[in-house]
Every structure is written in structure tokens, then in C-alpha cells.
């Protein structure tokens, strides 16, 4: 089982819907979690942290947890073309140190 | 300069040379991290930092020796690489003392290719 899973995608979506991005993890005791974004040919950028369950809003972006089902998610609102990138999960795993466990990531497409 | 500075941003070097990969932080982070990030594969963890000592080495091959001159500047020695060792390597800064709850800022990387 990998550590931490996602959709490969890509994920389509038109502009101006909801894009909901999944992903899950192993490690059952993981604390800390986050969102990057990575453009194609571009590093990695973190869009949200969320270390609680339940809902974190910033703009037109939601993380949402759920460490009952190990699952962690991206809601992005009035998708725009601009989203069109690569969305990494990662997960710091409950072992302590400076580990980051990162999902090979989901591709969303936002259709103008 | 603001950020995470990485370069050079390409490179292409043979098997037998031997080159070094340069990353700086302006943001007074305290670790600091090198990735390799292949096609299709999630990022994995090379070498860890914090506070200029070594606290994560994942396994990887000797080939690759960091080294971490003060807290604000990290370096990916090179030598007798192979060409699976392709890829984009990133280095990346964090808050963390540790180990604990920030998040990354990644420089530009370093796109290497061995021939």
C-alpha cells in the first residue's frame, strides 16, 4: 500500500464547477497535511496546511479531513482555466523528524 | 533575492563529470531539504538539514553527497551519475526546528540530465 494515494487523473472539469481532489493516507497517526499546486515545468507551491478534521476555507479553495478514514481533499470553487495544474497531497507521518510523504499527484484540467 | 534561489535550472552533464547543485534561502527557514522528482512518481526525499546538521538520509546512493556550509545555503554535490538519475531535483526550505508542522517553499529546481 502506498503512503499516500491519489488519482492520477487527469481530472476534467469546465470552468466556473466545483473541482474536488482525494486523497489517502496510511500512517494512521499523521498530523500535519497539505496541498501543493505545480504547474507544468514549474516547483511545487503550498496552497493549504490542514491539521484538524473538518473544513479549512482560503478564497476559492476548501481542505477538508477526515483522519477517522485517513482521507484528506482540495474543493476548488468557480474553477478557472488558471487552475489547470498538477495537485500534490502530503502527509507528515506520526515518526517524528522532518519527513513528508507526498502523493504522486492529480492532474486537473479546467475546460474554458 | 526573495524565496528559495536554485541553480543552475538546467543541466546536462556525462557520467564522469562531476557538477554540484546550488540552493539558497532568503526566508531564515531553518531546515532544508533536497528532492528528486521523476515522471510520474511522487517526490522522494533525498537529504534533510536542520540547522546546518544532516538529520534525514533516505538511501540515497553515495554518487550524491549534500553538503550544508550554514543555515541559509545548501548544496547536491554530483559525481559518476547514471542516466536514471534524470530527473527534476528540488530543494526546498521549511520553518520546521523539529520536525514539526510547516509546510515547504521550493526553489525553481534543477533540471539534471546525464548522458
Known amino acids: 500500500q502506498k503512503e499516500v494515494e491519489q488519482n492520477s487523473g487527469p481530472l476534467s472539469v469546465p470552468e466556473g464547477a466545483i473541482a474536488s481532489l482525494n486523497c489517502t493516507y496510511s500512517?494512521?497517526?499523521?498530523?500535519?497535511f497539505f496541498w501543493y499546486r505545480q504547474y507544468s515545468g514549474k516547483s511545487p507551491e503550498l496552497i493549504m496546511s490542514?491539521?484538524?478534521?473538518g473544513d479549512k476555507e482560503d478564497g476559492r479553495f476548501t481542505a477538508q479531513l477526515n483522519k477517522a478514514s485517513q482521507y484528506v481533499s482540495l474543493l476548488i470553487r468557480d474553477s478557472q482555466p488558471s487552475d489547470s495544474a498538477t495537485y500534490l497531497c502530503?502527509?507528515?507521518?506520526?515518526?517524528?523528524?522532518?519527513?513528508?510523504?507526498f502523493g504522486a499527484g492529480t492532474r486537473l484540467f479546467v475546460k474554458a | 533575492e526573495t524565496g528559495v534561489t536554485q541553480t543552475p535550472r538546467h543541466l546536462v552533464m556525462g557520467m564522469t563529470n562531476k557538477k554540484s547543485l546550488k540552493c539558497e534561502q532568503h526566508?531564515?527557514?531553518?531546515?532544508m531539504y533536497w528532492y528528486k522528482q521523476s515522471a510520474k512518481k511522487p517526490l522522494e526525499l533525498m537529504f534533510v538539514?536542520?540547522?546546518?546538521?544532516?538529520?534525514e538520509n533516505n538511501s540515497v546512493p553515495s554518487r550524491f553527497s549534500p553538503e550544508c556550509p550554514n543555515s541559509s545555503h545548501l548544496f547536491l554535490h554530483l559525481h559518476t551519475l547514471q542516466p536514471e538519475d534524470s530527473a527534476l531535483y528540488l530543494c526546498?526550505?521549511?520553518?520546521?526546528?523539529?520536525?514539526?508542522?510547516?509546510?515547504?517553499?521550493f526553489g525553481s529546481g534543477t533540471r539534471l540530465t546525464v548522458v
Open positions: 526546498a526550505s521549511s520553518q520546521d526546528r523539529t520536525g514539526g508542522t510547516y509546510g515547504y517553499t
Open positions: 500512517d494512521r497517526g499523521s498530523q500535519s
Open positions: 490542514i491539521y484538524s478534521n
Open positions: 502530503a502527509v507528515r507521518p506520526n515518526t517524528g523528524g522532518f519527513k513528508t510523504i
Open positions: 526566508l531564515g527557514h531553518n531546515a
Open positions: 538539514y536542520s540547522l546546518e546538521e544532516r538529520v
